[in-house]
């Protein structure tokens, strides 16, 4: 089987620097980031140990579609697809927090709720909800970045305190997250789902904010089905669902929540296979087109090659020797 895209290590002419995240190896050169998606993924903020075939292909084309359908709400760091597992984008100075918004209290927002709270980051939630039910409106629910290890859920009071984003900027990333939502939401419905919640990030250059990384992917968001949402829940039923949500039931089912001293569990080549055709059906479910597996013959060559040429082309004008 096609074991997937683990890590990569390329010299781009002009490089100053690589991180490597959970899921994505972000190359810089001068003024510019190379972020290739890779087909790690990651759960409760570890990173599993096999990679899943063609999900970082889902994951770059997935975001590129969206991002190129909301770039007349806010502007966004793209500035070439040239391949399908790498975008290239203007370089931007990150807000240290995730723009996280639900419409639905599920996964983390129905854990919390279960245990008894009835405030997240800050917002109050009505008694009596039950999983997956709609929220009256949806709510912005914060989470700090982490380079390692967990993020953190955190207030817009405690943000605003903090000092780690300005007040201005606060209500900027606010109206945006609600107009992303919204036109997502929008999307998601023309093609029978439901966009349950999701999480944004912003970064600013010369002064202007931007939409960077990647929107309404099956890692950053969870879509129901519009058909049999009402259905499942007045039958107390689970709901159907594109997401990676199964992933982490899987892993909460083998005892594995990312807790010190816990064992990710062994994901055998069925699981792995199941992994990936969900990622897929979510591309040609949100999409409406079909999925085009690309080339695994010399993939890192490819890339690399790719990527060159779009730096040559490269409106910053890098300079490639």
């Known amino acids: 089987m096609n074991t997937g895209i683990k890590y990569t290590e390329f010299s781009l002419p002009g490089q100053t620097g690589k991180y490597t995240g959970k ?3 972000v190359y810089s050169l001068d ?9 790690r993924i990651s759960a409760f903020d570890v990173v599993l140990p096999r990679p899943i075939p063609y999900k970082g292909q889902v994951l ?12 007349d709400i806010v502007p966004n760091w793209v500035v070439d697809v040239p391949d399908p597992n790498v975008t290239i984008g203007r370089r931007c100075e990150p807000f240290q927090v995730e723009m996280v918004i639900r419409g639905y209290v599920a996964g983390h927002a129905w854990r919390v709720y279960n245990s008894g709270e009835r405030t997240l980051c800050g917002n109050p939630l009505p008694e009596g909800l039950k999983e997956n039910d709609r929220l009256p ?4 629910t914060p989470a700090t970045k982490a380079h390692e290890g967990h993020d953190e859920d955190i207030s817009k009071e405690e943000i605003l305190a903090q ?17 992303l939502f919204e036109r997502g939401t929008e999307m998601a419905r023309e093609k029978g789902l439901i966009l349950v919640d999701t999480k944004y990030e912003f970064g600013k250059a010369d002064g202007k904010i931007y939409l960077i990384d990647e929107i309404h992917t099956p890692d950053s968001s969870r ?3 519009v058909d049999t949402y009402q259905e499942l829940q007045d039958r107390n039923e ?3 669902q594109l997401s990676k949500e199964f992933v982490r039931k899987w892993l909460m089912e083998n005892g594995f929540q990312g807790k010190e001293g816990q064992v990710v569990p062994e994901m055998d080549d069925d699981f792995v296979e199941l992994v990936s055709s969900r990622y897929i059906e979510l591309y040609e479910k949100i999409t409406g087109s079909g ?4 080339d695994q013959e010399n993939i890192m060559d490819r890339m690399e090659k790719n990527i060159i040429e779009s730096l040559k082309d490269c409106k910053y004008k890098i300079t490639i020797k």
């Open 31 to 39: 003024n510019v980031l190379v972020m290739i998606a890779s087909d």
């Open 223 to 225: 879509y129901f089905y």
């Open 23 to 25: 899921v994505r190896d």
């Open 60 to 71: 770059n084309q997935v975001a590129a579609k969206f991002l190129k359908a909301t770039e």
């Open 163 to 179: 000092g780690i984003v300005s007040a201005e900027d606060y209500e900027q990333l606010e109206a945006y997250t609600y107009r």
């Open 238 to 240: 689970p709901q159907r």
């Open 137 to 140: 409106e949806p709510i912005i």
């Open 291 to 294: 999925f085009h597996k690309s």
